[in-house]
């Protein structure tokens, strides 16, 4: 990581409102690429909606990175994202470095994180969302590259999804889609995974073009989706069913 911003890193653990500063995502997990954001998490005492904002693009002009690679939590929310077993807070446990902490409290809380319990909501939500980009099938004025690129996350989440419900914890942009691809025997390349979330990083302006998306590609990956989703289906019912004879 850029020595500079490890030093303004170090300045901003002298604010009284910080509480907590971790590394995560593929710097930690040293897979960074030249589309990799640098994704700090800062817990800060608890606060006013008006100053949590003031804070966060404070922080972000102090350590002269983009707002969307600071990832800032007063900490009555993590309190409550602890209680449900967030997954955020699993991608911490897993990979996320301290680079500062007032009193251990996190790295505390981390060690006894309880099971994340909402994956079926979860997947509810992006059958959703599927629904929706279907629909958009029938409009003359779908814009195919923002479908393909809500396609990619969609994806990718559905990914995270089954690895964690099989026993796995891998939040990688590439690797946990590799593995459902294979654990599943998806007939999909690696290459048509990459060439996919180009437009995911298109539309977040990590590149600068993409080719024209086509309706055949977007329906493609809309029954690569789908099918996904069953097999993360599967995977809750049967999640659930070593949780209760578990409990037995």
Not at 4 to 29: H, M, P, Q, W
Not at 70 to 94: D, E, Q, T
Request: some cysteine; glycine content about 6%.
């Amino acid at each position: 990581m850029d020595i500079n911003l490890l030093r303004d890193i170090e300045k901003l653990t002298k604010e009284k409102s910080v509480r907590e500063i971790y590394l995560f995502g593929s710097v930690a997990r040293e897979e960074q690429d030249e589309y990799s954001d640098i994704d700090i998490l800062i817990v800060i005492d608890d606060c006013s909606e008006e100053e949590y904002f003031k804070l966060k693009d404070r922080y972000a002009y102090s350590l002269n990175v983009p707002v969307s690679w600071l990832s800032v939590y007063r900490n009555n929310k993590i309190m409550k994202m602890y209680a449900n077993g967030s997954y955020f807070l699993w991608h911490i446990k897993k990979e996320g470095k301290v680079l500062y902490s007032r009193d251990g409290e996190l790295a505390n809380l981390l060690l006894t994180l309880p099971r994340y319990t909402n994956v079926g909501s979860d997947l509810k939500e992006y059958d959703e969302i599927l629904a929706d980009i279907k629909c958009e099938l029938d409009n003359e004025c779908i814009s195919i590259n923002y479908e393909l690129a809500v396609l990619a996350s969609l994806v990718r989440n559905t990914c995270i999804a089954i690895s964690y419900l099989n026993g796995r914890l891998d939040f990688g942009r590439n690797s946990v889609v590799l593995y459902c691809f294979s654990e599943y025997n998806f007939n999909v390349s690696p290459e048509e995974y990459k060439e996919l979330y180009r437009y995911r990083l298109y539309h977040t302006g990590k590149v600068n073009d993409v080719p024209d998306g086509e309706i055949g590609c977007l329906k493609k990956w809309i029954k690569i989706e789908s099918d996904l989703l069953e097999v993360a289906k599967r995977g809750v019912k049967e999640y659930e069913k070593k949780v209760v004879s578990g409990m037995g």
